[in-house]
C-alpha cells in the first residue's frame, strides 16, 4: 500500500485556502516510521509545526520538527532518548506533471488541490538523527554497562616499551604532522 494512502493526516488541501499563511500541527510517534518500515527507533515524540504560504502562482512549505526518538547507543547497545529539531522548506509550483526530482521544489500538475507532505517529513526526520549515536552517559562516564566494562578490558594498552621499539622509518613520518604546526 501506497504510503501516502496511509498518511491521510497528512494532506494538505490547499484549493480552497485564501491566499497567505495557514498554520497546521502533527504529532508524530513511532507508529508513523513504522508504516515506512523503519524499525531504528524503540520509541518517538515529535511535533511538527507546518506552515503554509499561499500565493497567487505558487506557494511555499515550512516544516519544523522538535522531539525525541528513543535508539540503541552503537557503542554500547543501551536504548536512550536522542533530541531531533530540524526544518525543510519546500517551493510548491504547478506544471504539467508531478515532479519530486528536486529536494526543494515540488511540481504538481495544474488542477491538483492537495498534496501529502508524509514522505516529506520521514525523510526530514530520519535525516535529524545523528549518524554516530552514543547514549550520553558514556560521553559523561555516568553509564555504567557490561559492554563498556568489555571494551575497558579489551583495549589495547600503551607500555613503555612500545615507544622505544619504534620503527624509525615511521618515526621520520610522524615528524612531518609535527613540523605543520
Request: aromatic fraction near 10%; hydrophobic fraction near 35%; charge should be negative.
Amino acid at each position: 500500500m501506497d504510503t501516502t494512502m496511509r498518511h491521510k493526516e497528512f494532506t494538505i488541501p490547499f484549493s480552497g485556502l485564501k491566499l497567505g499563511k495557514h498554520h497546521f500541527e502533527f504529532q508524530i510517534d513511532n507508529a508513523f516510521f513504522e508504516s515506512f518500515d523503519y524499525d531504528e527507533f524503540n520509541a518517538a515524540s515529535i511535533k511538527l509545526d507546518v506552515v503554509l504560504e499561499k500565493m497567487s502562482t505558487m506557494m511555499e512549505l515550512e516544516i519544523r520538527s522538535s522531539g525525541w526518538v528513543n535508539l540503541a547507543c552503537d557503542i554500547t547497545n543501551e536504548p536512550y532518548d536522542q533530541s531531533i529539531s530540524s526544518t525543510l522548506e519546500l517551493v510548491i509550483k504547478f506544471g504539467e506533471e508531478y515532479n519530486d526530482e528536486d529536494d526543494e521544489i515540488l511540481v504538481l500538475p495544474h488542477g491538483e488541490h492537495q498534496f501529502n507532505i508524509s514522505q516529506y517529513v520521514y525523510e526530514m526526520l530520519v535525516l535529524a538523527v545523528p549518524t554516530k549515536r552514543v547514549h550520553p552517559g558514556v560521553a559523561d562516564g555516568s553509564l555504567k554497562s557490561e559492554a563498556l566494562k568489555k571494551l575497558e578490558e579489551l583495549q589495547p594498552r600503551e607500555t613503555k616499551g612500545d615507544k622505544e621499539n619504534t620503527d624509525p622509518r615511521w618515526d621520520a613520518l610522524k615528524n612531518l604532522l609535527t613540523d605543520k604546526k
